[in-house]
């Protein structure tokens, strides 16, 4: 059974820290790329960041470009998000999923190219 588990999340100050983890079960992530999405309340899920496993290639949204790093532990099938000098906007629920696409890179412009999503992890910024 192909799985996306994440967690990680939790109640966090402005500018401080979190690191999220997505664990792959039923396949190996080692020729695949991961990306992280989120959804804030009434808005729509949007891409954070992605990372082909493979090549170590990654890709972030202009939102999160110098605060957040995504890595993988490919012997652990397992991607991580790291999250520093968070901002109240960068509350919402964090969901990783699989990428559909081939090659060395990846892009996280349409949730459409994703595919088996996780349940997802609440990450609130709040003092």
């Known amino acids: 059974q192909v799985q996306l588990v994440e967690s990680g999340g939790g109640l966090v100050q402005p500018g401080g820290s979190l690191r999220l983890s997505c664990i792959a079960s039923?396949?190996?992530?080692?020729?695949?790329?991961i990306g992280w999405f989120r959804q804030a309340p009434g808005k729509e899920r949007e891409g954070v960041s992605c990372?082909?496993?493979?090549?170590?290639?990654?890709y972030y949204a202009d939102s999160v470009k110098g605060r957040f790093t995504v890595s993988r532990d490919n012997a652990k099938n397992t991607v991580y998000l790291r999250m520093n000098s968070l901002k109240p906007e960068d509350t919402a629920v964090y969901y990783c999923?699989?990428?559909?696409?081939?090659?060395?890179?990846?892009?996280?412009?349409?949730?459409?190219?994703?595919?088996?999503w996780g349940q997802g992890t609440q990450v609130t910024v709040s003092s």
């Open positions: 039923g396949f190996s992530l080692g020729y695949l790329a």
């Open positions: 990372i082909r496993t493979s090549t170590g290639n990654t």
């Open positions: 999923a699989v990428f559909r696409g081939h090659g060395s890179s990846c892009s996280v412009d349409s949730k459409s190219d994703y595919e088996y």
